[in-house]
């Protein structure tokens, strides 16, 4: 069973334990990649992996208390 190449936002969220919200924030600053596809968002799974492999994708308890 081969994975996906992409996740939607709301896959990357409930992958990363965030809200929708705050993914498509994050989406929206670039702190987590994306490609859009007319007006799909889709996050690069690869990309979201090295980022978190690489301690380099942060969310604060801040922005978590925020987009709650």
């Known amino acids: 069973d ?4 992409t ?5 990357t969220a409930r992958l990363l ?4 919200g705050l993914a498509y924030e994050m989406v929206r600053t670039g702190e987590i ?4 596809f007319g007006k799909r968002v889709l996050v ?8 978190l492999e690489r301690g380099q994708l942060v969310i604060s ?4 208390a925020e987009n709650a």
């Open 17 to 20: 334990g965030i809200s929708r």
């Open 44 to 51: 690069p799974r690869h990309s979201l992996e090295k980022l």
């Open 61 to 64: 308890d801040q922005s978590k």
């Open 33 to 36: 990649p994306s490609v859009r």
């Open 7 to 11: 996740l939607t936002v709301s896959e």
């Open 2 to 5: 081969e994975e996906k190449l």
